[in-house]
Nanobody, 123 residues
Framework: QVQLVESGGGLVQPGGSLRLSCAASGSIFSISAMGWYRQVPGKQRELVARITSGGSTNYADSVKGRFTISRDNAKNTVYLQMNSLKPEDTAVYSC?????????????????WGQGTQVTVSS
């Protein structure tokens, strides 16, 4: 099995910064794409940022220029540096990994999710 553990959420004032981390552990053969999503109660979950195994990134228009996604393959970890935070960034942020695991039947590609971490931007 694979577990994703997130950290770094919290309360921050508008204009402030936070850094989220998400580390994977377990029977991992390889990790392809990593990403961060966010969700506000009553709204659909939206993609915030995504990074491929080759380092290509894409961002939601609402966070471009403010958020930066990065990964440390040696640590099976993805980061989300969030700067110039706005109240509308308030949400539960969840990480997701595309993980290939090795089983007795061969390799299997699956999506795994973190438990979610609350980010609140408020004065």
């Amino acid at each position: 099995q694979v577990q994703l553990v997130e950290s770094g959420g919290g309360l921050v004032q508008p204009g402030g910064s936070l850094r989220l981390s998400c580390a994977a552990s377990g029977s991992i053969f390889s990790i392809s794409a990593m990403g961060w999503y966010r969700q506000v109660p009553g709204k659909q979950r939206e993609l915030v940022a995504r990074i491929t195994s080759g380092g290509s990134t894409n961002y939601a228009d609402s966070v471009k220029g403010r958020f930066t996604i990065s990964r440390d393959n040696a640590k099976n970890t993805v980061y989300l540096q969030m700067n110039s935070l706005k109240p509308e960034d308030t949400a539960v942020y969840s990480c997701t990994f595309q993980v290939t695991i090795a089983t007795s039947f061969g390799r299997s590609l699956n999506n795994y999710w973190g438990q979610g971490t609350q980010v609140t931007v408020s004065s």
